[in-house]
């Protein structure tokens, strides 16, 4: 910068000791070893009146600083001798009135470079002051020359900028590169000396006490939240519906001296846990008694595992007792880390001990807390051994949190699958506890409440749609009667139903005839079951995933080939015992019980008599053996029932030739039956490939077919007429029993044909084409 002529602003290259009057209006000058150290500006005090005048008019002239050429970050030590409202005002001036500056430095120099040069600078400095002005950093404590203001006389920085304070006294100290001693107002500087001055460094990284409640709400799942806008319109029980368990559920939450602190609701797939969990915690909410709720789901990364638990819970604790606020943010921040602990090592750390220390805080009423914790879907969180540990954890914090003016409640959902299963068993830890209070869903008919949604649901449908509806009321009780006798008790089938219906470019009407007229299998453009085939496809797959790698085998559909193979057992009117359904299937003892541990919620186990003498498989829901049997419904998880049958001969036949089994006669009707089954199946459904396969098959049993009959002869077949009328009907339609043709099936059908003459000779006199092999 040149040197002003007279009557201008005149340089200021001298020392002065500022005193406390000086602060806003001066500058506090450092003697530089740089060559250009005139360019100090004189203190506002010391300006003669015409150069104070010319400042004024050029409002853009800022604090000069020390600048050493050589200083990698130079004008970072600089000390500015306005006020905020100051510079706040010139910069405001000056994005008014660009004119005043361009001319003002015009009048400093006719040279344009000179021009444009100081221009640069002035842009360059000013951005400098304003950035630090603006940012409001922490004001710098400026080095007291005289001593006259002590160290006790510094005013205290405020909390958020409290933190390591050094003292320097040395006469003269040269600072050559002091920015590894942290930050500062000198940070970066360098090549410059102070005198005699007593320093005091009030500067403080703040990274390290900020971001308690940041870093838990950056490892929390808000997508779990009861009220998160992810799970916008989430299952609720209707209006008038579930009115008993809903009663139930919210009794529970209000009795703060129940002794049964864990309530577990469980039920088969689609029958309204999540609905009913919902609709609890709203009005727990409401009531103002909700402490915290997770929804885990299976498909959302941030809410399928335990990682996210302990910070989401922390987190609606944290908003509803203020008095675990500091301790818990407290917790975050000693332990930076602390989210990358065992799960265990979180609870007890940022939940349980921030709980207790707000018990023993003064002035608090913690029997007005809120204390109702929700947990929905244990059965979505991945892998049954993390399943097993959540379990575990929320029991260890029901026993933990047990004060006489807070006792935590927990109430958790799922389906009984093995992990849940397990727990509450009167064994388990959670049945041994004394905590447990259990409600099956499966004991509670929901057709009443299904048959209420429905005639609601579709009486809106029938107001609001576009399309014309038929002249009789719609929908019909007939309807109802069969959507709600087809739901099986099961709200999501009515719910999937309902969906379906309310699509806005198709007749309500039209779509409704094809929900009653489906049948599986049956090529439809159609997916009414959509949702319902989502559902049971994802526990077939889990299930399947989890048996394959029990086992070591590289079969994906192991698991159900297994089930379909039982679904055709079913279908012998024979009720056989556990341990003659393992000897046919190939499975080892105890394996039937191991084969459907994680279909609990498709699979009905008292029913099918699992573990007593009989079995015979059930399904919770009708539609689980549609879903299987129709390709488009299924997808990859098909297996025709024709392979299913081909299968299952070969091992009924290899049973029947067993000779230490022949007299076994309950395991020989069962043996036979499903021959017999298998058989038509195969001849009624297969294709050309599969009847050929089949008929491959028989040729090549041989001298087996003796010890066969030896079995149908052996035993009083009881009269089966529908499926033998059907089975000879197509025996004869495919010309089978032309002995010449196919020879392979003289010895089968004469054992079919003996074991019901009444049926086989209505048959060869209704259709004259009867002939004996």
């Known amino acids: 910068m040149q040197n002003h002529a007279a009557g201008q602003r005149p340089r200021h290259t001298g020392k ?85 500056y361009f001319n003002a430095s015009r009048r400093r120099s006719t040279s344009p470079m000179a021009n444009r040069a100081q221009m640069a600078d002035i842009e360059r400095r000013s951005t400098r002051y304003l950035n630090v002005i603006e940012n409001r950093r922490p004001p710098y404590s400026q080095p007291s020359i005289t001593r006259a203001r002590s160290h006790e006389g510094h005013e205290s920085p405020p909390d958020r900028y409290r933190g390591r304070t050094s003292h320097s006294t040395s006469a003269d100290r040269e600072i050559i590169n002091p920015s590894f001693h942290g930050g500062g107002a000198f940070a970066g500087a360098s090549h410059f000396t102070i005198e005699a001055a007593t320093m005091i460094d009030n500067s403080v990284s703040i990274t390290e006490r900020v971001g308690g409640l940041t870093r838990l709400q950056q490892f929390m799942a808000s997508s779990a939240l009861y009220d998160s806008k992810e799970r916008f319109d989430p299952p609720k029980c209707d209006e008038n519906t579930r009115i008993r368990l809903i009663g139930k559920m919210t009794g529970w939450a209000r009795d703060s001296d129940i002794s049964q602190r864990m309530l577990c609701l469980t039920g088969p797939a689609g029958s309204g846990k999540s609905a009913l969990q919902q609709t609890v915690v709203e009005k727990c909410a409401e009531e103002g008694s909700l402490l915290a709720a997770f929804f885990f789901y299976a498909q959302d990364a941030r809410r399928n595992n335990l990682g996210t638990l302990i910070p989401t819970l922390a987190y609606q604790i944290y908003q509803n007792i203020a008095a675990t606020r500091k301790p818990m943010i407290k917790a975050v921040e000693d332990d930076p880390a602390i989210f990358e602990r065992k799960v265990d090592i979180q609870l007890n750390r940022i939940i349980i001990v921030p709980l207790q220390d707000a018990l023993q805080s003064p002035g608090t009423f913690p029997r007005s807390w809120p204390r109702n914790i929700f947990i929905d879907g244990v059965d979505e969180c991945r892998g049954e051994v993390n399943q097993i540990h959540l379990l575990q954890l929320l029991r260890n914090l029901a026993l933990t949190l047990n004060h006489s003016e807070f006792a935590l409640k927990i109430c958790f959902a799922s389906r009984p699958e093995h992990a849940v299963r397990s727990a509450i068993s009167a064994r388990g830890h959670l049945g041994r506890s004394g905590l447990l209070y259990h409600i099956d869903l499966s004991e509670h008919n929901a057709t009443s409440d299904i048959r209420i949604f429905l005639q609601r649901r579709l009486t809106e449908i029938a107001e609001t749609t576009p399309y014309p509806l038929p002249s009789a009321p719609w929908p019909s009780e007939d309807d109802i009667e069969k959507l709600a006798d087809n739901s099986s008790g099961q709200f999501v089938y009515a719910a999937t139903i309902i969906k379906y219906l309310s699509e806005r470019r198709r007749s309500p009407f039209s779509q409704l005839q094809v929900v009653l007229s489906w049948s599986p299998g049956t090529k439809r453009r159609e997916r009414p079951f959509a949702a319902l085939d989502t559902l049971y496809t994802s526990i077939f797959a889990a299930a399947s995933e989890a048996y394959k790698e029990s086992k070591s085998i590289d079969d994906d559909l192991v698991l159900v080939r297994y089930i379909r193979m039982l679904q055709v057992m079913a279908l012998t009117y024979t009720e056989a015992q556990p341990g003659a359904v393992e000897a046919l299937l190939g499975l080892e003892q105890g394996e039937l019980q191991i084969l459907v541990s994680d279909l609990h919620s498709l699979v009905d186990p008292e029913g099918s008599g699992l573990g007593l003498q009989f079995f015979k498989l059930r399904f919770h829901h009708k539609s689980v053996p549609d879903f299987l049997q129709d390709p488009d419904r299924c997808g990859n998880l098909f297996i025709s029932s024709t392979r299913i049958a081909l299968d299952l001969l070969s091992l009924s036949t290899r049973w029947l030739v067993d000779e230490a089994r022949i007299e076994d006669c309950l395991s020989k009707e069962f043996a036979l039956g499903i021959w017999l089954i298998c058989a038509l199946e195969a001849i009624t459904k297969g294709s050309d490939t599969e009847r050929e396969e089949l008929r491959t098959f028989l040729a090549g049993s041989g001298n087996d077919w003796a010890i066969v009959e030896k079995g149908f002869s052996l035993h009083s077949w009881p009269s089966r007429g529908e499926h033998f009328q059907a089975f000879l009907h197509r025996c004869n339609v495919l010309n089978l029993f032309n002995k010449s043709k196919h020879p392979e099936w003289s010895k089968p059908l004469r054992m079919v044909r003996s074991l019901d003459p009444v049926i086989s000779n209505k048959l060869l006199t209704a259709e004259g084409r009867w002939k004996k092999p």
């Open 16 to 100: 002065r000791l500022l005193s406390q009057d000086d602060d806003q209006e001066a500058m506090f000058r450092l003697s530089s070893t740089s060559k250009d150290s005139s360019r100090n500006v004189r203190p506002r005090k010391y300006r003669t009146e015409e150069a104070e005048a010319e400042y004024r008019t050029f409002p853009y002239e800022l604090p000069e600083v020390v600048i050493n050429e050589h200083d990698p970050q130079p004008g970072l030590g600089y000390l500015p001798i306005d006020s905020i409202a100051e510079v706040e005002r010139k910069q405001a001036h000056r994005k008014s009135c660009p004119e005043n």
